[in-house]
């Protein structure tokens, strides 16, 4: 399996596995994100995710950085601008899923403004915004469907030379959820984020 690098972390490759959660609380509240951060750190927390759903989300990143010691992922949902703020933030890695940003000029951009900054991508492939093309071919999101989406966008970010990412598919179903990270961990060479969802 490849190796990634997500700030001072290696990830993949033979790598001791990674232990990453998310804050509850507005990312624009940097002194209580900073206190949940660093409590989630006292229990063994290695990676830290942030929303960053808005520009003063994105302002707040640089404050939060500067106070934390473990690397930092700016989740982003639908708005690709998000993404490229935060990875100038200094966000050392942006966690967007291809099915619900928009275009592949789109995600042209944020792959190309990652690769100058070396900023790690996490590709969220989910039941929920699934391809239409994989919906019509599968029915509904099946493990298949999940997986042959992450295969697509797997493929697509090697065509744009750029390697440095990790894949999660999620599903609302556990029995899916696991089938598809046993077929993807058959299919894809890059690591996989194993994510539990509520």
């Given at each position: 399996r490849k190796k990634i690098v997500l700030g001072n972390l290696e990830i993949g490759g033979g790598a001791?596995?990674?232990?990453q959660s998310m804050t509850m609380s507005?990312?624009?509240?940097?002194?209580?994100?900073v206190n949940e951060i660093r409590g989630l750190q006292d229990e063994g927390c290695e990676i830290i995710r942030v929303s960053v759903p808005d520009k003063r989300s994105v302002q707040a990143l640089p404050y939060?950085?500067?106070?934390?010691?473990i690397p930092l992922?700016?989740?982003?949902h639908f708005n690709y601008e998000m993404a490229l703020a935060s990875i100038d933030a200094g966000?050392?890695?942006v966690r967007i899923n291809p099915g619900n940003i928009g275009s592949f000029e789109k995600i042209q951009a944020v792959l190309r403004k990652a690769k100058q900054?070396?900023?790690a991508i996490r590709i969220g492939v989910n039941g929920g915004s699934l391809e239409k093309d994989l919906l019509i071919k599968y029915g509904y999101p099946t493990a298949d469907a999940l997986v042959e989406s992450a295969v697509r966008h797997a493929e697509f970010f090697e065509k744009e030379g750029f390697t440095n990412f990790k894949l999660s598919l999620k599903s609302s179903d556990v029995q899916t959820t696991l089938q598809s990270y046993r077929k993807a961990a058959k299919a894809i060479d890059y690591p996989l984020h194993v994510g539990v969802t509520e």
């Open positions: 001791p596995v990674v232990i507005p990312t624009t509240d940097v002194e209580k994100i939060i950085l500067k106070q934390i010691s992922i700016a989740d982003v966000a050392q890695g900054k070396n900023t």
